[in-house]
């Protein structure tokens, strides 16, 4: 193997393959990158067999071949490099990578890339299109939703639904998010998969934002349909799916409320973020107490104090309530929802509250309050 | 026949104390009704066993005349000398159970010979015969035990509450539905359904009635014959509990403690539970009754075999073989070393024994070099200055340097150095957290998250007693548990600072903790420790230098942070003068 290629490309590419790194010591291979030619490009891969990920990045390639190295290295090596074309060679005998850049040289050595384990790749099969800026948003929107814990296994995957529209819902016990859009080539009928959200949130942070841009991503599962697979113009990322019963969240979701606030979406994630601060030693409730056309959005804590910040809401249905949230879930779902206002819907003090941007119904936050009495 | 062994035999038969509590009393009474080949045994217990026992089978029956015999010691129709006892194949052998208890109870024995017309009954009180008579009653033999003890008031006095001794005599019970699918199994308590088996013969059965059928949907067959018989169900890795108490064996249809013998169940999961977890388990081994002593132990809850080895070999090969497939990353597909094209791999068969969180727990920071590992600190030890555990005493300023044997934090502070043990003082955090967010005396409900969706529990018959009396307890915590029929409750919220991602785990392991305890200290308290004890992080955990900082955070904002919540130090002090003592530069 020869090529060379510029090291801005380099860089980028490995920073985009190593968060499939494995660091785990029970498969030492799974802590290299590999690197093979690919017709006119260097394609890097990672894997830690849960997630793996395919970068091509342009090159001259000189003469063909692959190899796998230590991934870390490579990387480190990489970044501290001039902004210069990086010239690496093969040599087969004893898979050492020979790098040089400008006047900077390095050997690292490799092992054979069979026994890098391969990663699945789709020739054939039906593909779904979606933007790229749109993809992204709606797996911020809804991983946040998901359990980070594996103490149940299906709650850490988002459950994503291809058909005429692309749905995607996470929910973690206490809170719910539910996305959905129209997909490109949807299937009249329906094919729900479990994604691990951690999977679907390497590929937020790989793809572009900016609706500018029109930049689209191909979906697809693997032939065994097992592995779901989203490939860009560079970059293919291929996840596990997860397997199992993901719960009937449709009867979970509140089919009417009796007091409605349309709030600024801003304002309020301020106000949260203020009372969240007061809220960190008496198990982060905050309050929200609606009275006319305000809002008032508090938090105490016996030893540190208390604050409130006051904000003005059109309000529907009965005037004055009050509810309480863990201040985590309201920070979240306002980071995410998109809106300059949102609409916050309550029934009781126990029921779900639901949080959606008030000019489209494609996104759906639910939470469920704290009960408390002081 | 039932007659009295000669001398030199009964002496050599281990004597001891047959009868130590309701549950002993329990258990060599339905050892009796299986030797009788009933098919059908129901137990009664009034008061946790300590104002009645009754057990009534459907087996063979004992003839009027020998029911007096029945009662005398070294009397027993199983075997004739101590030579037979190398081929014992029944329960009991040493004709000690009856005698034992008739001498500390008021015990009634009616019972009808298979094939006889009438049946006979005798009655007993502190040993001596006070009734023996012909009696109508159904084929079959039924045993009351009344007031137990009540001769022996000092053994009286060291019986726990009916409760904790009531789920002793459930937890005896569940052993012997196991070891015996075969026999319908039906306990009540005051009345009350408790536990019932249904003699299908299916092990599989048994356990979803025990545990429910959430933990049977996660067990696997285990098997092995080689030399010995091992049958039986392990779970899944994903399905674990927090004490070996979920841990059941047999021999030869007999319940052991067999330490050895856990060990190797324990050992065939290697690495894929966590620090602090233990495995389901129900493994019968069956083998010859001459490869196996069972009199080494007076309530024969120990036994020798002859081929120890072997036995802790086929037990750890029966289980290894139903997890092996769930080890982490054993198998993975390779590249086609042909050429270049990749083969579609991991497969769908790896992809699934890939154990998703496998040593997860494990990967965090590296910090500092040098103290991993370190199980001593070796040489001659400080005589240490143990924190008094006074409330309010602040907490110095402290700087973590590293972890001691996944076990101790060590940190620097102005006075020296500190080893803070990250159980007891994250127990310490957890309790304080809790009390804070608790209901309180002045009528205030707790802050509570709710749930999105109620979340099922499933209590084990052993738990359901303590589930009950400590549920008013557990909702004054935020637990919040609605009775759902059968067993099964619905959790509706959880403690606000808690979001306690495994709920069930943890509420197994309090309900276990608590059924055990007698409830002296008041549930309220007992809930609250338990609590705090099954949310904080266990002893062997490795924790990243972020989480160690962290938890000496929470710790100084404690307010009492130098005692744990049982009152034992959280923290070793070794002050600076003290080190340089060691090192003789003073
Ligand atoms: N439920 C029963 N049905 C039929 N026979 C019984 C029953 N219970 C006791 N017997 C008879 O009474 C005898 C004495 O019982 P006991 O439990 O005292 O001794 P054992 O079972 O022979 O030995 P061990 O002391 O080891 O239990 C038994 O050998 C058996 O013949
Ligand atoms: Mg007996």
Redesign the interface.
Known sequence: MKVICPQDNLSRGLAVVARAVS?????PILSNVLL?TDGSRLRLAATN??LSINCWVEAEVIEEG?VAVPARLLQEFVNSLPSAPVQMVLNPANRVVKMHCLRTDGNIRGVS?????????VEDGAVFRQPAHLLKEMINQVAIAA?T?????IFTGVLTTLGPTLSMVA?D????GLRSAELEGGPETETTLIIPAKSLLELARILPDGKGQDEMVEIAL???K??VIFRTASVELVS?LI?GQF?NYKQ?MPKEWKTQVIVPTSEFLNAAKTASFFAR?????VRLHFESGEMAVRAES?ELGDNESKIDAIVEGEQSADIAF?AKYLTDALNVVESEQIKLEITSA?A?GVIRPVDSTDYVH?I??????? | MIRALDAASAAKIAAGEVVERPASVAKELIENAIDAGATDVRIEIKDGGISLLRIADNGGGIPLAELPVAFERHATSKITSIDDLAVVATLGFRGEALPSIAAVAQVTLTSRAAGASSGGCIRLSGGEVLEHAPAGCPPGTTVSVRELFFNTPARLKFLKSPLAEGGQITRVVGHFALAYPGIGFTLLSDGKPVFQSSGSGDLLDVIARLYGPEVARGMLPAECNDGLQVRGYVSEPRVSRSSRGYLSLFVNGRWIQGRQLLHAIEEAYASLLMVGRHPLAVININLDPAQVDVNVHPSKAEVKFAAERLVYARVHQAVHGAVARYAPLTVIGRADPSGSAERQVPSAEDTETVWPTAGAAAVGPQWGPGFHGLEDLGGPRPALGTAPANAFQALPMLRVLGQLALTYIIAEGPGGMYLIDQHAAHERVRLDEIQRSRANDTGQAPDAQLLLQPLTVEVSPAQAAAAEAARPALSRLGLDLEPFGDRTYLLRSVPAALPLPAARETISAMLDELSAESASEGWDEAAEHSLACHTAVRAGQKLSAEEMDALIAQLERCWSPQACAHGRPTMVHFSQAQLEREFGRR
Do not use: H, V, W
């Open positions: 660091t785990r010591s029970t498969m093979a067999l849960e692959r890339a069979d026994e890098f384990p391969a990663i699945p790749t359990a814990d594996d103490s149940r296994p929910a016990g206490f809170r719910l693997s032939p065994n097992n592995q596990r397997e719960p979970i030693d008496s198990a982060n409730i016996t863990n126990g779900p639910i469920m309050p704290m009960a408390t009495s002081r």
